[in-house]
């Protein structure tokens, strides 16, 4: 429990770090984070999933890049399914998934190391 609580925390916190990084994100709070973290992960397991499933031979084709597509466009269904959190544009939701991948990673490593 205190690991998923933890996991919860440091994805709220990338997505505010991403959000001052990336010009076209905003975010409102560190409270709407948490729940952005919340609605994304949600996002990511029904609708990401499906779409993963679909869009297999292009992510083998792509050597995995194509996944980064995927993540953005759950960003933008995060974003329009709550207020207070906004991704302005593909280009931003791109440059988002990416670090919000890399500095979920990072922040991971970080805190439990292998």
């Known amino acids: 429990m205190f690991y998923l609580l933890v996991n919860w925390l440091l994805s709220a916190l990338s997505l505010v770090i991403v959000a001052a990084i990336v010009p076209g994100i905003e975010?409102?709070?560190?409270?709407?984070?948490m729940i952005a973290a919340v609605v994304i992960g949600l996002a990511n397991v029904t609708l990401g999933l499906v779409l993963k499933i679909?869009?297999?031979p292009l992510v083998l084709i792509t050597f995995g890049a194509f996944s980064i597509v995927v993540n953005a466009l759950?960003?933008?269904v995060a974003?329009?399914?709550?207020?207070g959190f906004r991704v302005n544009g593909c280009v931003p939701a791109l440059i988002g998934a990416l670090l919000l991948g890399v500095v979920?990673?990072?922040?991971?490593?970080a805190l439990f190391p292998i």
């Open 104 to 109: 979920n990673t990072l922040m991971r490593w």
């Open 74 to 76: 759950m960003l933008k």
């Open 79 to 83: 974003a329009a399914m709550m207020p």
């Open 54 to 56: 679909l869009t297999f």
């Open 27 to 33: 975010i409102s709070g560190f409270g709407t984070a």
